[in-house]
């Protein structure tokens, strides 16, 4: 059996290859590393952040931490990390 290399990605080829907005996924990529690291820092569990949020369960946050985050709005990590009491501030400017 021949092993296969993993191919490593770049944000923008993956939101390319996914057919999302790169610049949509790149913000929900920084929010989610965000809370990883958060989580990571402060002991909390996958359940623990699941029982936090209203809405939200321990399997959903786990493919959100494997970064499956295409129906996961931008939004709702935003509610995640104001419940962690995080400010977040998203800036836009022109190209």
Not at 12 to 20: H, L, M, N
Not at 64 to 79: A, N, P, R, W, Y
């Amino acid at each position: 059996m021949k092993k296969e290399k993993l191919k490593v990605q770049t944000l923008s080829e993956v939101a390319r290859e996914w057919g999302i907005d790169y610049q949509v996924f790149k913000i929900k990529n920084e929010l989610v590393e965000t809370i990883k690291d958060y989580c990571a820092g402060h002991m909390i569990s996958q359940r623990k952040l699941a029982a936090m949020v209203p809405g939200l369960t321990q399997d959903r946050i786990s493919k959100i931490f494997s970064g499956q985050v295409g129906h996961m709005t931008i939004d709702k990590l935003v509610e995640i990390l104001s419940l962690l009491k995080f400010k977040v501030n998203i800036k836009a400017r022109a190209a």
